[in-house]
Structure formats: C-alpha cells, structure tokens
C-alpha cells in the first residue's frame, strides 16, 4: 500500500491500515483543518503519514517543538471554530499537561481530538502511565478503541461528541492499537474549513480564578450528560455467549485478549465491552453486574475500571465478587496476551483451559540489544570524549554522567557506559544543575538537537544564571532521529515539507550567556577530541556541539547520489588490536571464527571514522 492512498482512496474501498495509519484517515473523512504533535513513539506513524499528504489533503500539520506547544496550537484552532487533532505518545501529556487541563475547562468552538499513545510493557518508553487516569483527572471523555476499523470510525465520532458539547475529547490507544494492521472499511473524505475566526469572549478562554469557578461548574454539568450518552452509545456493546456466571468487562486491546480467550476456550461467559469509557457508564455496568454472578476485569494498565466498578458495588450495596489486579487473579503490570488472561479465567472457572504451543528452539537465541547505527555521529562523540577523559586522567567515578532521550542514550552500553541518569526530555542539563550542587564530580550532561529545543533551553538558562559547573554536549544529527527522522526547528523544512527558517542552536546557547561554546562536526576524531579536553578543563557551563548528519540522512544522500563507498581491512597490516571491535563498536566491524576482524559490505556506512581509530591505518576504502 501506498501512503497516499490513505488520502485517495475512495469511499467503499478498503485498506489494510495500522491503527495510527487508521487514525489519520479518520482524521480525512472528519474535514480535520489543523494537525500538530511532537514525535513520539508509538504514535509516530501518524506524523509521518500527515507529513506526507498534508499538502494534499489541504491540511495544516506542524512537529511543534515540544507536546505542549503541538497541544496549544490545536487548542486554538479549535477555539475559532476548526477541526484539530492532536496527538503524541503517553508520557508527551505529562509535558501538555497544564494546558491540556485548562483546554478541558474553556472547551472548544470546532471539534479537537486530543490522542494519547500508551506503551505498556515500556517497549519504548520510559515509563508505562495509564493515561485513562488523565481523562479522570481533567475531566474528559475518553474513547478506547481496540483494532483499526474502531480508531478510524471513532475519530469521526469524537469529532462529533467533542463539537456537541463543547469539550475537548481524548482518544487513548495502546502499542498493540498503534502497530497492529486491520482492514478497514472506508467513508469519504471531507475537506476541512481552511481558516476559521475566533470570537472573543474572555469569560470562557481567559482561565483567571473569578472564570475558572464558573467553567469547573459547567464541566461537571457538561460531564453529568455526556455521562448519559456514556450509558446509552452504542460503542460499548455486550456480547453474550450463553452464560451468566461470568461476566468481562474489558477495553481497548484489553479486550482482544479477552476474546481470544473465550473464544479459544469456548467459554461460556458475557462480555462487556466499553469503549466510551469515561464517563465511566454506571448504569450500563451495573445493569450488566446484577446480570451475572461475578465480574472478571480485563483492562491495561493499571486497575482504574475495577476501583470504579467496586465503587459502583458498594454504593448499590450488592454482593458481588470482582476478580482483576487487585485480588491477584490477573497481573498488576506489564501488557497482556491471551495466554495471561486465560490463566487468570482458568482460577475463576476451575475449567482447564487449552493452553497454545510455545515456539521453541534448542539454539540459543542471542540477545539483540538496539544499538547506535554503522554510521551514527553519536559513537564518534561518544569515542572522542572517551579519548580526552582519558588523556586528562579524569577518573570514571568522579565524572557523573546525565543523559537524556534520544538515540545517545544508547552510550550506556559498553564499552562508553556514559549514561549514569536519565528520567526525562531535557532533563538532563537539569538534572545535571542538582549534581553540581549536590557533588564536587565532574557533571557532563547529553542531549539531542530535538530535544534540546523540546525542553533544554530553560535548564540551560537555570545552568548559567545558578553559575553551575556542567560541561553540556548537544548532539545535533539534523533530525529527530530516534523517532524515525521527523523534521526540528534546526533543519530548514517544516512539517508541510516547505523550506522554513533554520532556529541555530549555537546562537540560543550564546544568547543565555553561555562563556564557552564550539561547534564540531564529530566524525574528525582528533578535532573533537582536542575540543573536549578544552572544554573538560574549563570553569563554568561549557557547551560542545557536536553536528553531523544522522545515518538514516548520509544513507539516503548517498544512495539519491549513487554513492557507495565502503571500507574493508587490510589483513595484512591489521594486528588484531581489537580497539576498532571492543573500543569503537561499529556494527559493521565483526570478528570472525578464526580471529580475524572484517567489515561487513552490507552494514558499512562509508563514514570513514574507523579509518582513523585504527592504529596501524589498516582499514581503507574498499576498491
């Protein structure tokens, strides 16, 4: 399939879609106007889409700077009167969250979509927050779909839901959600308004606390009715196998495993499934409850339906049995599968339950830790620093290093074991200002172009004005690359594609005062080697940027160029060393059974930089 497609395909038609693939196309037949997000996995995909069609499509979408700008721009379209959509991994929510709260309170003119890509398990997220807790706590409803077709079809009723009542809607998905393929049934697409107007009314966008009292008040009206729509959509649907003894209340991709399982069981149960869940639907739960002898819920991740159906239990005084996290018949952590649920079913029905066959292998599998890409800037940094703080005899325990999200978190493998603290984007020039008042160890703090400009200016300014000791490297790879290579304010392309201007990240570092700034390109070793032992030696906040194109961009560039340089090793001068293998770690470079040391051809960037890390010059461009 091709992604254009998502846009032209006609009604009627059917494309076999992901769910954030999905989501955009819900987002077409919706007359959407206005799309922005910060990239952020596992939403990823549905920037990457708009990117693409955009232009087409005549909508505007934007990689705003961080998740609460992406958030504030579709705020303000859908204040006068357009269609927004907005979305961004879980933990992104954290970073809108004090906007995404007053959104909720003010409410909309235009319908806004506001999606919440969850991770459970963590596959690529630092955490696994539950964002239905987010919905609870701003006071928006919530839609859960759980396979494509629902991701697409509920866009356009979120839309809807959100223009009815005036109100922001959150949509919340899951990794499974994201990246699963489904075919999906397709309506027409819809051209979206191109400009709106904002009408003035400060009582309602102006959240001063004399306003603010009157907006709470009309939420929780707002809440009270869309609580009734809640009860009575025809999105949370029941599924009766012929059994009362069991009842499931599930969601989301909760829900699918729930399925498997009673479907590969044939268990004989009902099946609530809730996909408009908040409002949480009492009614429909309690009707369902008093319908069945006990309630198994299934849901990810954290026990929220089941504190609410307790709650719901006790108020209405029935004796009932509620199985899910809190007893321990199903896990308080991590994402499900069938087989999980299964089990978990298996201590309430006392019916054994058919178990699949394990894939198995007597070969060892062997580990596949992500690491830094043949070609990658980031390992010349990462190589070059080693060297300096070395030459310098800084010892390893007396140099903290604070790290940040981005590719160059990988630097905590061996052998640069260069991550000692991580938590969050742009925490890492932060946290690196509490090091160098809590210790007297040397503070060398990292973080990406992307997210410096996300959240590392305001550290940095903390950093100068509170006159920390931390040497700060930015590694710019001309892109957002961990994310799949979205485009930043320090490229020259915004997110339609078009040219735009290029923010320096050298200029806002010497516009807070900054007393030590340069600019390397990394992959000249003793260049940037001979920086940081400078910069190592010097008082003050230091800052080293080190710029040089990702390996996804030299990659491209050379093939457009049909350019193919590659290296192999002479085994004639090689010594066998080990410093290009054990000290470097490029992927290319590999040892083979008889000891020798080669360069695969197929995995070999041509960066070159391992020319000048091998000591007896034995790697050379292959003829």
């Keep these: 399939m091709k992604v254009k ?46 990117y693409k069609i955009a232009q087409d499509a005549g909508v505007y979408f934007e990689f705003s700077s961080n998740e609460k700008v992406a958030l504030e721009v579709s705020t303000a379209a859908a204040a006068a009167g357009l269609r927004s959509f907005v979305f961004m991994k879980h933990v992104g929510l954290n970073v809108a969250a004090d906007s995404f ?107 001063m606390p004399a306003y603010s009292v009157k907006m709470r008040k009309k939420l929780i009206e707002k809440l009270d009715k869309i609580k009734e729509d809640a009860n009575n959509s025809t999105l949370n649907k ?20 729930a399925m498997d399982a009673v479907s590969e069981n044939d268990l004989k149960v009902k099946i609530l499934k809730l996909t408009f869940s908040h409002p949480f639907p009492e009614k429909l739960v309690l009707d369902f409850t008093n319908s069945v002898d006990n309630v198994l819920v299934v849901e990810e991740v954290e026990p929220v339906m089941e504190k609410e159906i307790l709650a719901i239990i006790g108020k209405h005084n029935i004796e009932k049995k509620v199985f899910g996290k809190l007893d321990g018949t199903l896990p308080r952590i991590y994402e499900y599968n069938p087989d999980i649920v299964s089990v978990g079913i298996a201590k309430i029905v006392n019916k054994e339950i058919i178990k699949r066959e394990k894939f198995s292998t007597k070969i060892p599998l062997p580990l596949r830790p992500p690491v830094l890409c043949p070609g990658c800037p980031h390992r010349a940094t990462s190589f070059a620093l080693k060297k300096a703080i070395r030459k310098l005899k800084f010892k390893e325990e007396d140099i903290i290093y604070s790290s940040d999200i981005g590719c160059y978190a990988l630097a905590i493998q061996e052998p640069f074991k260069m991550a000692d603290y991580c938590i969050s984007m742009g925490s890492s020039i932060g946290i690196g200002c509490g090091f160098s008042k809590a210790t007297d160890q040397k503070i060398i703090s990292f973080i990406g172009d992307s997210t410096f400009f996300h959240a590392g200016v305001s550290p940095l300014i903390n950093a100068v004005h509170n006159k920390d000791q931390i040497l700060l490297v930015v590694l710019d790879n001309r892109i957002t690359g961990m994310t799949g290579g979205q485009s930043n304010p320090g490229i020259p392309l915004d997110g339609m594609g078009n040219p735009a201007p290029e923010v320096s990240i050298e200029d806002i570092v010497r516009g807070t005062g900054v007393g030590f700034v340069k600019t390397i390109d990394p992959v000249d070793l003793k260049k940037t080697e001979e920086i940081f032992k400078e910069a190592l030696q010097f008082e003050g906040v230091v800052v080293v940027i080190t710029k040089h194109p990702c390996a996804m961009i030299t990659g491209a560039e050379n093939r457009k160029k049909s350019i193919s340089i590659k290296y192999n090793i002479n085994q004639e001068k090689c010594t066998k060393c080990l410093i290009c293998v054990k000290n470097f770690t490029c992927p290319a470079i590999y040892l083979e059974k008889d000891g020798s040391v080669n360069i695969h051809p197929l995995l070999c960037n041509g960066c070159g930089v391992c020319v000048q890390v091998c000591p007896k010059k034995a790697i050379e461009v292959k003829k």
């Design 5 to 50: 497609e998502i846009l032209t395909e006609k009604e009627g038609g059917k494309l076999f879609l992901l769910g954030n693939e999905a989501a955009v196309r819900g987002a077409l037949e919706s007359g959407v106007s206005v799309v922005s997000t910060y990239p952020g996995t596992p939403s990823s995909e549905i920037g990457d889409v708009f």
């Design 101 to 207: 709260m007053s959104t909720v309170y003010t409410g909309v003119q235009g319908g806004m979509i506001v999606l919440s890509a969850d991770d459970p398990s963590m596959h690529s997220s630092q955490n696994e927050q539950d964002n239905r807790i987010m919905a609870r706590l701003a006071g928006i409803p919530l839609l859960e779909p759980s396979n494509p077709q629902e991701v697409k079809d509920q866009m356009k009723y979120g839309f809807e839901l959100s223009e009815k009542y005036k109100i922001p809607v959150l949509m919340r998905t899951t990794t499974r959600i994201s990246h699963m393929r489904g075919v999906v049934n397709l309506g027409s697409v819809v051209k979206g308004k191109k400009k709106g107007y904002f009408k003035k009314n400060p009582e309602q966008y102006v959240v």
């Design 238 to 257: 029941i599924i009766d196998r012929g059994g009362k003894k069991l009842g499931i209340i599930a969601s989301g991709g909760a829900f699918n495993y």
